[in-house]
């Protein structure tokens, strides 16, 4: 793949000056969905699929952006000093939004680029393709320009800013985190509260995970994705009237139970039960994988999708359809969806022996039930971003 995104470059931009390629995983989440920012935990992992990139640096202050995924729209242009968010510029806001993040908490870019992008995570899939190409931008601009001091952990939250606050969804810091700071075979558990960080080995004994795109498409940032949010920052603020708490991640199952009566609207409750229990839940599921107890991470991961479906309404029909066939094959330890939800993917943990199977059955039973197909991909985990 280094050698086919290297040769397009040279195509489209020309072969002279130093170029150098780059590459940022897709991510998944295996639990703890709509808890990052509600202060809680989440465990995902970096996926061998992602974002592509060669780049080299200009003299002048001139952006070109090409990407072989969109290639009828050709190069597009921006200028390094003038940085705004344009619908017409499409993808390339989110490179554009990472630059202008560098430049507003005082890094000097002080020239433009030639950027060249090829993603393979499937596009509005919810493995975080967005995320991917932001922190492989944060990589690039690191690298280009000699800023030796950013960490990965600050590249994250560098394509974190940059996706509140120039593109404006009010994303937490999970996807960018777990694409810059991957680690093959580990999944992270991660305090969103505090950033605090712990490894953990991902051991399937003769199991796969599959991720199933449900092929709907969705935008984050006109989906109901705020609108939780709001509703979670409001049961919380109810809360606070009796609890000294920062987030809902704070609260155990029964502090929750003992004062969820001071939240003013039976809406509200069950979308800050949701935070509550997911967070314990992903607790829980991280000590189950510890002790080698999958079949209770499995569980785990079935209840997480219950409380989606439920509590926090974000699953939708292709959601509900894959999982819940899923849930009736042989061989699966656990699935649920991942990412935000209204379309995108689900993952599901599958006994080797039964992936074909599964595959065919859950594929079969989606296309008759929403009328079109769904894709899977029996997925490794890799590393985080970095230079080719």
């Known amino acids: 793949m280094k050698e086919k995104v290297l040769k397009k470059f040279q195509e489209v931009f020309g072969g002279e000056g130093e170029i150098h390629t780059y590459f940022a995983p897709g991510r ?3 639990i703890g969905e709509h808890t990052d920012y509600n202060g809680g935990h989440v465990f995902p ?3 061998t699929i992602g974002t592509y990139a060669v780049a080299k640096k200009r003299e002048d202050k001139k952006l070109r952006f090409y990407s072989m995924n969109f290639e009828h729209i050709g190069i597009i242009e921006a200028e390094i000093d003038t940085l705004k968010n344009k619908k017409e510029d499409g993808w390339t806001n989110y490179p554009k939004g990472v630059i202008w993040a560098f430049q507003e908490k005082g890094y000097a870019v002080t020239s433009g680029m030639d950027l060249l992008l090829f993603g393979n995570i499937p596009n509005s899939s919810g493995l975080s393709s967005s995320a991917s190409v932001e922190v492989v931008t944060g990589v690039i601009v690191k ?3 000699g800023l030796e001091s950013v960490t990965m952990q600050e590249i994250a939250l560098l394509g974190q800013y940059s996706e509140n606050h120039f593109n404006g969804v009010n994303c937490g810091i999970m996807d960018q985190f777990a694409i810059a700071m991957g680690k093959k075979d580990h999944a992270i558990f991660l305090d969103t509260a505090d950033l605090s960080y712990e490894y953990a080995p991902i051991v399937l004994k003769d199991a796969k995970i599959v991720i199933a795109c449900s092929n709907k498409k969705r935008g984050l940032g006109d989906s109901k994705y705020n609108e939780r949010r709001t509703e979670c920052e409001t049961a919380l603020a109810e ?11 704070e609260l155990t199952e029964e502090e929750f ?5 001071l939240i003013q609207n039976e809406v509200r409750v069950r979308r800050a039960k949701h935070a509550v229990y997911e967070n314990q839940r992903t607790i829980h599921a991280v000590e189950a994988l510890r002790k080698g107890d999958i079949a209770e991470f499995g569980k785990l991961m079935n209840e997480s999708h219950i409380s989606l479906r439920d509590d926090y309404e974000v699953t939708g029909k292709e959601l509900d359809t894959l999982v819940e066939t899923a849930w009736k094959q042989k061989g699966v330890i656990g699935s649920r969806m991942t990412g935000a939800g209204f379309g995108g993917c689900t993952v599901s943990i599958v006994k080797n022996e039964n992936v074909e199977e599964f595959i065919k059955n859950v594929g079969e039973t989606y296309q008759a039930a929403v009328g079109y197909a769904a894709d899977f991909y029996v997925v490794e985990i890799g590393d985080g971003a970095g230079l080719l």
Request: net charge neutral; hydrophobic share 45%; glycine share 4%.
């Open 28 to 30: 998944v989440n295996l």
């Open 143 to 145: 690298d280009l320009f």
């Open 45 to 47: 992992c970096a996926l």
């Open 257 to 261: 139970e003992a004062n969820k009566n």
């Open 239 to 249: 809360l606070q009237t009796k609890l000294s708490i920062q987030s809902l991640g």
